[in-house]
């Protein structure tokens, strides 16, 4: 049975889940690079994103506003202390 959406496992009966979108490269001069399903690379993955801590973005507050092309977004610390965004 096909997975209903690209990249998504397959089982097969009595076999794990495959998953169908990425496959390594198992030739011999190889360094195991993970290849998409046609063959392409995939994507180098950018550097690490910055990180901040929210008690230095906050500064006590549980709501801060983040302008980003000119619309105003509200990012607000929950009761059970998760974070929520809203435009």
């Keep these: 049975m096909p997975p209903s959406q690209p990249g998504q496992a397959r089982r097969d009966e009595g076999t794990a889940a495959v998953n169908t979108r990425?496959?390594?490269?198992?030739?011999?001069?190889?360094?195991?690079?993970?290849?998409?399903?046609?063959?392409?690379?995939?994507?180098?993955?950018?550097?690490?994103a910055r990180r901040v801590d929210s008690a230095t973005l906050f500064r006590g507050d549980h709501e801060i506003g983040i302008e980003h092309h000119g619309a105003l977004y509200r990012l607000k610390i929950t009761r059970q202390g998760k974070l929520i965004l809203n435009k």
């Design 22 to 48: 990425f496959s390594f490269d198992h030739s011999a001069d190889a360094d195991r690079t993970l290849l998409r399903r046609d063959g392409l690379p995939r994507p180098v993955s950018p550097a690490p």
